[in-house]
Nanobody, 125 residues
Framework: QVQVVESGGGWVQSGGSLRLSCAASGYTFSLLCMGWFRQAPGKAREGVASIRRDGVIDYADSVKGRFAISQDKVKNTLYLQMNSVKPEDTAVYYC???????????????????WGQGTQVIVSS
C-alpha cells in the first residue's frame, strides 16, 4: 500500500513561487507513476502534471512553462515547483501515486489509487 503525504502549501502573491513536496512510502519509489492534481472551490479535480518511471513528463496546458514536476529517488519525494502563479492556481493540491510499467502514467484521476490528504495553495492578486 502506497502512502503519500503532501506539504509546502500556503499563501503566495500573484507572480510569486511556491514548491510543494510529496513524501511517498510503502512501495519502491522507482516503480511508481506519480502525479499532481488540484481541485479549486466548486470545480472538479484536474490533473496538473505527471511523471513516468522513465522520466517522461506531462503537464496540463494551463501550467506549461510555469510549473515543473521533479522527483528525488533517494529521498522518495516528488516535487511541484510553481512559478509565476496566478489567482486561478488557487486550489487544494493533491499528490497521487500508482505502481506502473515504465511508460504508463496518464494524467487522469482514475489512473491513480493512492492519494494524499491535499495541501491548500492560495494565490492573492
Amino acid at each position: 500500500q502506497v502512502q503519500v503525504v503532501e506539504s509546502g502549501g500556503g499563501w503566495v502573491q500573484s507572480g510569486g513561487s511556491l514548491r510543494l513536496s510529496c513524501a511517498a512510502s510503502g512501495y519502491t519509489f522507482s516503480l511508481l507513476c506519480m502525479g499532481w492534481f488540484r481541485q479549486a472551490p466548486g470545480k472538479a479535480r484536474e490533473g496538473v502534471a505527471s511523471i513516468r518511471r522513465d522520466g517522461v513528463i506531462d503537464y496540463a496546458d494551463s501550467v506549461k512553462g510555469r510549473f515543473a514536476i521533479s522527483q528525488d529517488k533517494v529521498k522518495n519525494t516528488l516535487y511541484l515547483q510553481m512559478n509565476s502563479v496566478k489567482p486561478e492556481d488557487t486550489a487544494v493540491y493533491y499528490c497521487a501515486a500508482q505502481p506502473a510499467t515504465r511508460t504508463w502514467c496518464p494524467l487522469r484521476e482514475e489512473a491513480f489509487t493512492s492519494w494524499g490528504q491535499g495541501t491548500q495553495v492560495i494565490v492573492s492578486s
